[in-house]
């Protein structure tokens, strides 16, 4: 069936953005949000995160308004991407299955309830989102990304670290896309690539930094890298079951007996009332890599069944309650809250938002095991097919390039998670149900965009 009225079903989208805005009034807030929001207040970072999103919140306004635009533009984002991919192709089928498809992917409960949390994951997953459907548009007509592309990805790198994996995903289809060009225009065409990217990331750098200053504090500065490569160096010594202190690590036996105690592979919480922990945590970065390639190559097998412990319970996670996936209400700082004025207005609503979040909590919605293999049906598919039209062999190569991104998220992750937490994987769930709509999508004459 054609979709006759747009313009009334862009209005209808609109409103369910609002609704869900409303619902979920002022947004729900971590304690990484209230310092963010706060450093949105004061114009200056103080923590170890990437200042982006402090500047995103200032340049909405700030405070309540700030997380209230947030979250309404989050769900705009994603509404209103997918409709407009679906309008471009003039044609939706009328057969139920198509239809459920399409509802599961708008009302996902998962996007539901994370586009209305203010978290760098989120809108790193909007951005991502803005990303993807621009590229999906220059794939079906040939063409080549235009400089919104690298802009996008440099974006989605200054919000969260994790944006790396995309730019290598890019750089990969870039690469290895086949088409006529010689290996030489291929090199042309990803050094300018990267060259838009670099530019891209420097300018968003340099106007941060006029909004947001940086923070001046060296050893906050170096917290994250010490935080990931101690939890490395306490999971290595968890599992040698060694009691005797390795040079150049030096502890005591009651200090190993409590770490054997404490130690989580789901969450890094625990080290901080880690002894072993906090004395490493007294030297500098450079101390922490040399132990870290210490422990590799003398303790190999217990460094690697460190991560791949952590790294298991994104898809298999023993207490999912421990890989937080579900957050409601305001829980932050509260003297930061105080100050820019943010509060929590309806606690009652916001447990019945929680009880109706619960009932799918154990379903497979909130697996990324779920969402990957979604997505490595959707790439298979997609590749079976590829040959049989010009329309076939777009979407695979959609398809590989954001089963790309899920993959190398993934790969990233391992390296440098440190617990089960899902939302470090929500740009996957978001890519995946891309995925589906372009694998079980309709063809259709592609509309031209400028972007």
């Known amino acids: 069936m054609l979709i006759t009225k747009p313009y009334s079903l862009s209005f209808l989208l609109i409103l369910l953005a609002t609704l869900m805005t409303w619902l979920n009034h002022p947004g729900h807030i971590s304690w990484d949000t209230s310092v963010q929001l706060y450093e949105a207040f004061i114009g200056e970072s103080i923590n170890i995160h990437p200042p982006f999103m402090s500047m995103y919140l200032k340049l909405l306004g ?37 239809l459920s498809i399409l509802a599961f992917i708008f009302l996902n409960p998962v996007v539901m309830h994370y586009s209305a949390i203010v978290w760098k994951d989120v809108l790193q997953a909007s951005f991502l989102l803005l990303l993807t459907f621009i590229s999906i548009s220059k794939i079906e007509q040939g063409k080549n990304f235009s400089f919104i592309v690298p802009l996008l ?10 944006g790396i994996a995309v730019l290598a995903s890019y750089c990969f289809y870039i690469t290895y ?9 291929k090199c ?45 160096i306490s999971g290595a010594i968890f599992h040698s079951n060694k009691e005797d202190s390795i040079y150049p690590l030096i502890y005591k036996k009651s200090d190993f007996t409590l770490l054997k105690k404490n130690y989580s592979d789901e969450t890094a919480s625990w080290l901080l009332n880690d002894p072993i922990y906090n004395q490493l945590n007294k030297r500098t970065v450079s101390d922490h890599i040399k132990i870290w390639f210490f422990y590799l190559q003398n303790n190999t097998i217990s460094l690697l069944s460190h991560k791949f412990a952590v790294f298991g319970n ?17 829980s ?28 799918f909590l154990y379903t497979p919605l909130f697996y990324n095991l779920f969402y990957f293999a979604i997505a490595t049906y959707c790439i298979i598919t997609t590749f079976r097919k590829r040959n049989y039209s010009i329309l076939s062999k777009s979407k695979y190569e959609i398809n590989m ?50 972007l």
Do not use: W
């Not at 896309?177 to 225009?185: C, P």
């Not at 060259?195 to 504090?217: C, G, M, V, Y």
């Not at 509060?343 to 009652?348: A, K, P, T, Y």
């Open 314 to 330: 994104f898809f298999f996670p023993r207490h999912l309650f421990s890989c937080s996936p579900l957050f409601v209400g305001i």
């Open 62 to 98: 700030g405070g309540e308004l700030a997380t209230t635009l947030f979250v309404f533009l989050n769900y705009i984002i994603y509404f209103f991407s997918i409709f407009i991919y679906l309008v471009n192709r003039k044609v939706v089928k009328k057969n139920l299955a198509y």
């Open 332 to 359: 932050g700082n509260p003297d930061f809250l105080n100050l820019i004025g943010v509060h929590e207005i309806n606690q009652e609503r916001n447990i019945e938002i929680y009880r109706f979040y619960k009932n």
């Open 188 to 232: 042309l065409k990803l050094s300018k690539f990267i060259l838009l990217f670099a530019i891209s990331f420097l300018s968003i750098s340099f106007i941060t930094k006029q909004i947001i200053a940086p923070n001046r504090d060296d050893s906050i500065n170096s917290a994250a890298y010490k935080l990931v490569l101690g939890y490395d």
């Open 177 to 185: 896309k086949k088409d006529a060009a010689s290996l030489r225009l």
């Open 153 to 162: 990805i440099a974006v989605v790198v200054q919000i969260k670290l994790s």
């Open 401 to 450: 390039l954001l089963f790309s991104q899920i993959f190398m998220t993934e790969i990233f992750y391992f390296f440098i998670s440190m617990g089960c937490d899902f939302r470090y994987m929500y740009s996957g769930v978001v890519l995946s149900l891309v995925m589906v709509l372009n694998t079980v999508s309709c063809g259709s004459k592609i509309q031209a965009t400028s």
